[in-house]
Protein backbone atom coordinates (compact mmCIF):
# COMPACT_ATOMS: atom_id res chain seq x y z
CA UNK A 1 0.00 0.00 0.00
CA UNK A 2 1.00 3.35 -0.58
CA UNK A 3 0.42 6.54 1.76
CA UNK A 4 -0.66 9.92 0.17
CA UNK A 5 2.28 11.36 1.22
CA UNK A 6 4.46 8.53 -0.12
CA UNK A 7 2.44 9.25 -3.20
CA UNK A 8 2.36 13.25 -2.85
CA UNK A 9 6.07 13.11 -2.28
CA UNK A 10 7.92 10.40 -3.36
CA UNK A 11 6.16 8.86 -6.73
CA UNK A 12 6.48 12.06 -9.14
CA UNK A 13 9.51 13.99 -10.84
CA UNK A 14 10.66 16.05 -13.21
CA UNK A 15 13.26 13.85 -14.42
CA UNK A 16 14.22 9.99 -13.51
CA UNK A 17 17.48 8.39 -14.25
CA UNK A 18 17.89 4.41 -14.44
CA UNK A 19 21.36 4.17 -13.42
CA UNK A 20 23.30 5.45 -10.81
CA UNK A 21 26.81 4.65 -12.38
CA UNK A 22 29.27 7.68 -13.46
CA UNK A 23 26.61 8.40 -16.65
CA UNK A 24 23.59 8.40 -14.58
CA UNK A 25 24.60 10.86 -12.21
CA UNK A 26 26.53 13.17 -14.32
CA UNK A 27 22.64 13.39 -16.09
CA UNK A 28 20.84 13.64 -12.89
CA UNK A 29 23.69 16.67 -11.48
CA UNK A 30 23.94 18.29 -15.33
CA UNK A 31 19.84 18.78 -15.02
CA UNK A 32 19.92 19.60 -12.05
CA UNK A 33 21.95 22.62 -12.71
CA UNK A 34 20.13 23.68 -15.52
CA UNK A 35 16.91 23.19 -14.13
CA UNK A 36 17.82 24.48 -10.08
CA UNK A 37 13.80 23.67 -8.68
CA UNK A 38 13.25 20.37 -10.90
CA UNK A 39 12.70 17.13 -8.81
CA UNK A 40 15.38 14.51 -9.95
CA UNK A 41 15.40 10.74 -8.67
CA UNK A 42 18.16 8.12 -9.52
CA UNK A 43 16.92 4.68 -9.23
CA UNK A 44 19.79 1.93 -8.84
CA UNK A 45 19.05 -2.16 -8.89
CA UNK A 46 21.61 -2.72 -6.54
CA UNK A 47 23.38 -0.64 -3.45
CA UNK A 48 26.23 -0.05 -5.69
CA UNK A 49 26.11 0.66 -9.55
CA UNK A 50 25.58 -2.82 -11.61
CA UNK A 51 27.33 -1.93 -14.56
CA UNK A 52 31.39 -1.47 -14.55
CA UNK A 53 31.07 2.37 -12.86
CA UNK A 54 32.73 0.75 -9.10
CA UNK A 55 34.32 -2.39 -10.54
CA UNK A 56 36.94 -0.89 -13.08
CA UNK A 57 41.12 -0.66 -12.85
CA UNK A 58 40.56 2.76 -12.26
CA UNK A 59 42.56 3.93 -15.49
CA UNK A 60 42.32 7.38 -16.75
CA UNK A 61 43.46 6.88 -20.11
CA UNK A 62 42.39 7.29 -23.99
CA UNK A 63 43.99 4.53 -25.76
CA UNK A 64 47.27 3.14 -26.33
CA UNK A 65 49.77 2.45 -29.05
CA UNK A 66 48.33 -0.37 -30.46
CA UNK A 67 45.06 -0.06 -29.47
CA UNK A 68 44.65 3.12 -31.72
CA UNK A 69 46.63 1.33 -34.55
CA UNK A 70 43.91 -1.17 -33.90
CA UNK A 71 41.31 1.34 -34.29
CA UNK A 72 43.16 2.68 -37.33
CA UNK A 73 41.86 -0.66 -39.35
CA UNK A 74 38.78 0.24 -39.12
CA UNK A 75 38.73 4.04 -38.68
CA UNK A 76 39.19 7.40 -40.56
CA UNK A 77 42.11 9.06 -38.91
CA UNK A 78 39.73 12.20 -37.73
CA UNK A 79 37.25 9.25 -35.89
CA UNK A 80 40.04 8.10 -33.86
CA UNK A 81 41.20 12.04 -33.73
CA UNK A 82 37.71 12.48 -32.30
CA UNK A 83 37.33 9.54 -29.92
CA UNK A 84 41.00 10.56 -28.23
CA UNK A 85 40.14 14.04 -27.85
CA UNK A 86 36.24 13.02 -26.06
CA UNK A 87 38.35 11.04 -24.17
CA UNK A 88 40.86 13.18 -22.88
CA UNK A 89 38.97 16.53 -22.38
CA UNK A 90 36.64 14.39 -20.34
CA UNK A 91 39.85 13.31 -18.08
CA UNK A 92 40.54 16.98 -17.92
CA UNK A 93 37.11 18.01 -17.25
CA UNK A 94 36.31 16.03 -14.24
CA UNK A 95 39.99 16.59 -12.77
CA UNK A 96 39.07 20.39 -12.81
CA UNK A 97 35.51 19.79 -11.42
CA UNK A 98 36.48 17.59 -8.65
CA UNK A 99 40.06 17.84 -8.14
CA UNK A 100 42.79 14.81 -8.10
CA UNK A 101 42.79 14.75 -4.46
CA UNK A 102 38.55 13.98 -4.26
CA UNK A 103 39.35 11.24 -7.17
CA UNK A 104 43.12 10.30 -5.67
CA UNK A 105 44.27 10.90 -9.30
CA UNK A 106 47.81 9.76 -9.56
CA UNK A 107 49.81 11.31 -12.94
CA UNK A 108 52.38 8.04 -13.11
CA UNK A 109 51.76 7.95 -16.79
CA UNK A 110 50.53 5.41 -19.23
CA UNK A 111 52.61 2.65 -20.13
CA UNK A 112 52.52 -0.49 -22.74
CA UNK A 113 54.66 -3.75 -23.08
CA UNK A 114 55.01 -4.95 -26.04
CA UNK A 115 56.35 -8.53 -27.27
CA UNK A 116 58.24 -9.82 -30.41
CA UNK A 117 54.89 -9.91 -32.54
CA UNK A 118 53.51 -6.54 -30.85
CA UNK A 119 57.12 -4.68 -31.57
CA UNK A 120 56.27 -3.45 -35.28
CA UNK A 121 54.22 -0.95 -33.13
CA UNK A 122 57.04 0.98 -32.80
CA UNK A 123 56.86 1.76 -36.43
CA UNK A 124 54.15 3.25 -36.38
CA UNK A 125 54.79 5.71 -33.61
CA UNK A 126 55.35 8.68 -35.08
CA UNK A 127 52.66 8.55 -37.15
CA UNK A 128 49.95 8.35 -34.34
CA UNK A 129 52.29 10.95 -33.28
CA UNK A 130 51.60 13.38 -35.53
CA UNK A 131 47.89 12.09 -36.02
CA UNK A 132 47.31 13.24 -32.01
CA UNK A 133 49.90 16.77 -31.74
CA UNK A 134 46.13 18.12 -33.12
CA UNK A 135 45.18 17.74 -29.76
CA UNK A 136 48.32 17.45 -27.11
CA UNK A 137 50.58 20.03 -29.32
CA UNK A 138 53.35 17.33 -27.87
CA UNK A 139 54.42 14.00 -28.80
CA UNK A 140 52.47 11.73 -26.53
CA UNK A 141 54.23 8.51 -27.30
CA UNK A 142 57.62 7.60 -26.73
CA UNK A 143 59.87 4.37 -25.92
CA UNK A 144 61.27 3.78 -22.75
CA UNK A 145 64.77 3.73 -22.59
CA UNK A 146 65.94 1.75 -19.58
CA UNK A 147 62.83 -0.82 -19.73
CA UNK A 148 65.39 -3.63 -18.08
CA UNK A 149 64.71 -1.90 -14.84
CA UNK A 150 60.65 -3.21 -14.39
CA UNK A 151 61.76 -6.16 -14.27
CA UNK A 152 59.46 -7.43 -16.92
CA UNK A 153 60.19 -11.10 -18.36
CA UNK A 154 62.80 -11.26 -22.00
CA UNK A 155 59.18 -11.85 -24.19
CA UNK A 156 59.01 -8.07 -23.24
CA UNK A 157 60.68 -6.67 -26.08
CA UNK A 158 59.78 -2.51 -25.56
CA UNK A 159 58.13 -0.43 -23.47
CA UNK A 160 55.88 2.66 -24.78
CA UNK A 161 55.18 5.80 -22.26
CA UNK A 162 52.69 8.15 -22.38
CA UNK A 163 53.12 10.98 -20.51
CA UNK A 164 49.00 12.21 -20.51
CA UNK A 165 47.57 9.30 -18.74
CA UNK A 166 47.19 8.68 -15.08
CA UNK A 167 45.09 6.29 -12.36
CA UNK A 168 42.24 7.08 -9.86
CA UNK A 169 39.97 5.24 -7.51
CA UNK A 170 36.70 4.63 -9.18
CA UNK A 171 34.96 4.76 -5.95
CA UNK A 172 36.25 7.81 -4.98
CA UNK A 173 34.93 9.51 -8.13
CA UNK A 174 31.93 8.46 -7.56
CA UNK A 175 31.36 9.16 -4.13
CA UNK A 176 32.52 13.26 -5.39
CA UNK A 177 29.43 12.57 -7.63
CA UNK A 178 27.10 11.43 -4.85
CA UNK A 179 28.05 14.01 -2.72
CA UNK A 180 27.45 16.87 -5.20
CA UNK A 181 23.84 15.17 -6.42
CA UNK A 182 23.08 14.95 -2.60
CA UNK A 183 24.21 18.64 -2.36
CA UNK A 184 21.65 19.49 -5.63
CA UNK A 185 18.96 17.91 -3.87
CA UNK A 186 19.10 14.93 -6.20
CA UNK A 187 17.37 11.84 -4.90
CA UNK A 188 19.50 8.66 -4.92
CA UNK A 189 16.97 5.30 -4.44
CA UNK A 190 18.82 1.81 -4.27
CA UNK A 191 17.77 -1.81 -4.29
CA UNK A 192 14.63 -1.49 -6.48
CA UNK A 193 14.75 -2.37 -10.38
CA UNK A 194 12.83 -0.97 -13.12
CA UNK A 195 11.32 -3.36 -15.10
CA UNK A 196 9.49 -1.23 -17.65
CA UNK A 197 9.40 2.37 -19.09
CA UNK A 198 6.79 3.61 -21.12
CA UNK A 199 8.99 6.32 -23.82
CA UNK A 200 5.68 8.40 -24.49
CA UNK A 201 4.37 8.76 -20.74
CA UNK A 202 7.07 8.56 -18.36
CA UNK A 203 5.67 6.43 -16.16
CA UNK A 204 8.31 4.05 -14.86
CA UNK A 205 7.20 0.29 -13.42
CA UNK A 206 9.74 -0.82 -10.50
CA UNK A 207 10.36 -4.05 -8.17
CA UNK A 208 11.80 -3.81 -4.70
CA UNK A 209 14.36 -6.70 -4.13
CA UNK A 210 12.06 -9.70 -3.18
CA UNK A 211 9.98 -8.78 -6.39
CA UNK A 212 6.94 -8.24 -3.73
CA UNK A 213 5.85 -4.58 -4.49
CA UNK A 214 5.81 -2.77 -7.96
CA UNK A 215 5.88 0.87 -7.70
CA UNK A 216 4.96 3.30 -10.33
CA UNK A 217 6.87 6.38 -10.67
CA UNK A 218 5.77 9.46 -12.89
CA UNK A 219 8.31 12.00 -14.65
CA UNK A 220 8.51 14.70 -17.51
CA UNK A 221 11.33 13.03 -18.84
CA UNK A 222 13.60 9.34 -17.77
CA UNK A 223 17.02 8.98 -18.72
CA UNK A 224 18.33 5.53 -19.26
CA UNK A 225 21.90 5.47 -18.21
CA UNK A 226 22.25 1.19 -17.86
CA UNK A 227 24.64 0.81 -20.79
CA UNK A 228 25.14 -2.99 -20.92
CA UNK A 229 22.11 -3.59 -19.42
CA UNK A 230 19.75 -1.47 -21.91
CA UNK A 231 18.00 -4.41 -23.60
CA UNK A 232 15.95 -4.68 -20.71
CA UNK A 233 14.00 -1.65 -20.94
CA UNK A 234 14.72 -0.71 -24.86
CA UNK A 235 14.94 -3.95 -26.41
CA UNK A 236 15.70 -2.22 -30.13
CA UNK A 237 19.18 -0.65 -28.95
CA UNK A 238 22.23 -1.93 -30.27
CA UNK A 239 23.94 -2.88 -27.23
CA UNK A 240 26.25 -5.92 -27.24
CA UNK A 241 27.60 -6.61 -23.01
CA UNK A 242 31.15 -7.08 -22.72
CA UNK A 243 32.20 -8.38 -19.18
CA UNK A 244 35.25 -7.77 -18.19
CA UNK A 245 37.49 -9.71 -15.10
CA UNK A 246 39.92 -7.77 -12.72
CA UNK A 247 42.26 -9.89 -10.42
CA UNK A 248 43.87 -8.61 -7.20
CA UNK A 249 46.60 -10.15 -5.47
CA UNK A 250 47.60 -10.00 -1.66
CA UNK A 251 50.89 -7.66 -1.09
CA UNK A 252 53.44 -8.81 -3.05
CA UNK A 253 56.60 -9.46 -0.86
CA UNK A 254 59.61 -6.44 -2.10
CA UNK A 255 58.99 -3.59 -3.93
CA UNK A 256 57.21 -3.75 -7.42
CA UNK A 257 60.07 -1.99 -10.18
CA UNK A 258 57.30 0.05 -11.59
CA UNK A 259 54.22 2.03 -10.99
CA UNK A 260 52.06 3.97 -13.49
CA UNK A 261 48.87 2.54 -15.86
CA UNK A 262 50.08 -0.26 -18.11
CA UNK A 263 48.21 -1.80 -21.52
CA UNK A 264 48.95 -4.48 -24.08
CA UNK A 265 47.81 -6.64 -26.40
CA UNK A 266 45.99 -3.65 -27.72
CA UNK A 267 44.30 -2.40 -24.63
CA UNK A 268 42.29 -5.61 -23.41
CA UNK A 269 45.01 -6.17 -21.06
CA UNK A 270 45.91 -3.75 -18.15
CA UNK A 271 47.89 -3.42 -15.22
CA UNK A 272 48.73 -1.10 -12.54
CA UNK A 273 49.70 -1.71 -9.05
CA UNK A 274 47.23 -0.88 -5.88
CA UNK A 275 48.93 -0.23 -2.03
CA UNK A 276 51.81 -2.68 -3.03
CA UNK A 277 49.58 -5.19 -4.98
CA UNK A 278 48.71 -6.17 -8.27
CA UNK A 279 45.55 -5.21 -9.93
CA UNK A 280 45.36 -7.35 -13.55
CA UNK A 281 42.58 -7.41 -15.41
CA UNK A 282 40.98 -7.65 -19.12
CA UNK A 283 41.82 -10.40 -21.90
CA UNK A 284 38.00 -10.48 -23.02
CA UNK A 285 39.13 -10.61 -26.80
CA UNK A 286 40.26 -14.36 -25.77
CA UNK A 287 36.63 -15.42 -25.52
CA UNK A 288 34.44 -12.87 -27.41
CA UNK A 289 31.59 -15.15 -27.50
CA UNK A 290 31.83 -15.98 -24.09
CA UNK A 291 32.37 -12.64 -22.56
CA UNK A 292 29.27 -11.53 -24.29
CA UNK A 293 27.32 -11.73 -20.72
CA UNK A 294 25.34 -9.88 -18.26
CA UNK A 295 25.90 -12.63 -15.40
CA UNK A 296 28.76 -11.88 -13.02
CA UNK A 297 30.83 -14.63 -13.38
CA UNK A 298 34.78 -15.58 -13.80
CA UNK A 299 35.72 -17.08 -17.13
CA UNK A 300 38.40 -19.68 -16.50
CA UNK A 301 40.14 -19.57 -19.69
CA UNK A 302 40.96 -15.93 -19.17
CA UNK A 303 41.76 -16.47 -15.45
CA UNK A 304 44.00 -18.70 -16.17
CA UNK A 305 45.70 -16.76 -19.05
CA UNK A 306 46.22 -13.76 -16.37
CA UNK A 307 47.41 -15.92 -13.61
CA UNK A 308 50.06 -17.07 -16.26
CA UNK A 309 50.68 -13.42 -17.26
CA UNK A 310 51.34 -11.93 -14.34
CA UNK A 311 53.64 -15.01 -13.08
CA UNK A 312 55.74 -15.66 -16.20
CA UNK A 313 55.84 -11.92 -17.87
CA UNK A 314 54.76 -8.90 -15.35
CA UNK A 315 56.40 -10.28 -11.93
CA UNK A 316 58.20 -13.20 -12.69
CA UNK A 317 59.84 -14.79 -9.95
CA UNK A 318 57.19 -12.91 -7.67
CA UNK A 319 54.81 -15.35 -5.34
CA UNK A 320 51.45 -14.47 -6.26
CA UNK A 321 48.27 -15.45 -4.42
CA UNK A 322 45.37 -13.96 -5.85
CA UNK A 323 42.94 -12.26 -3.11
CA UNK A 324 39.91 -10.61 -4.54
CA UNK A 325 38.61 -11.25 -8.27
CA UNK A 326 35.50 -9.33 -9.55
CA UNK A 327 33.74 -8.73 -13.27
CA UNK A 328 32.20 -5.71 -14.41
CA UNK A 329 29.74 -5.57 -17.57
CA UNK A 330 30.66 -2.84 -20.07
CA UNK A 331 28.56 -2.20 -23.59
CA UNK A 332 29.83 -1.74 -26.89
CA UNK A 333 28.32 -1.65 -30.11
CA UNK A 334 29.11 -1.17 -33.63
CA UNK A 335 30.49 2.10 -33.43
CA UNK A 336 33.16 3.07 -30.67
CA UNK A 337 31.05 6.55 -29.75
CA UNK A 338 28.78 6.35 -27.13
CA UNK A 339 24.87 6.13 -28.29
CA UNK A 340 22.86 9.45 -26.95
CA UNK A 341 19.29 9.77 -28.41
CA UNK A 342 15.94 10.64 -27.70
CA UNK A 343 14.02 7.18 -27.97
CA UNK A 344 10.37 8.73 -27.61
CA UNK A 345 8.75 12.08 -26.30
CA UNK A 346 9.53 12.07 -23.00
CA UNK A 347 12.71 9.26 -22.88
CA UNK A 348 16.14 9.21 -23.78
CA UNK A 349 19.20 7.73 -23.32
CA UNK A 350 23.20 7.26 -22.93
CA UNK A 351 24.60 4.28 -23.11
CA UNK A 352 27.57 1.81 -24.92
CA UNK A 353 30.17 4.10 -23.83
CA UNK A 354 33.11 1.00 -24.73
CA UNK A 355 34.72 0.73 -21.54
CA UNK A 356 35.63 4.04 -21.42
CA UNK A 357 32.74 5.34 -19.03
CA UNK A 358 35.73 7.30 -16.94
CA UNK A 359 36.60 9.28 -19.07
CA UNK A 360 33.63 10.62 -21.05
CA UNK A 361 30.59 9.81 -18.64
CA UNK A 362 30.69 13.25 -16.97
CA UNK A 363 30.31 14.76 -20.81
CA UNK A 364 28.12 11.68 -21.99
CA UNK A 365 25.27 12.51 -18.91
CA UNK A 366 26.07 16.12 -19.88
CA UNK A 367 24.74 15.79 -23.36
CA UNK A 368 22.02 13.23 -22.44
CA UNK A 369 20.59 16.46 -19.62
CA UNK A 370 20.20 18.79 -22.28
CA UNK A 371 18.48 16.48 -24.71
CA UNK A 372 16.25 15.89 -22.12
CA UNK A 373 16.17 19.70 -21.56
CA UNK A 374 14.85 19.84 -24.87
CA UNK A 375 10.77 20.85 -24.97
Not at 160 to 186: C, H, I, Q, T
Not at 240 to 267: C, F, M, T, V
Not at 292 to 309: G, W
Request: proline share 3%; with cysteine; hydrophobic share 40%.
Amino acid sequence: MISYWEQKNFLNHDLIVVGSGFTGLSTAIHFKKKNPKAKVLVLEKEIFPTGASTKNAGFACFGSLTELLDDLQTLSEEEVLGLVKKRYRGLEEIRKVFGDKSLEYKGNHGFEILDEKSEEALKDLDRVNRLLRNVFNKDVFSPVKRMKKLGFSSSVKAVVENKFEGELDPGKYLGALWRMASEMGVKILTGISVIEVQKDTGLVLAENLDKTRIYEFQADKVGICTNAFTKKLWPESEINPGRGLILLSQPIEGKIPWKGAYHLDRGYVYFRQIDGRLLLGGARNLDFEGETSTEFKVNPKIKNHLDALAKTVILPGKSITWEMEWTGIMAFGSKKTPLIQKVGNRLGAAVRLGGMGVAIGWQVGKELSELLSVR
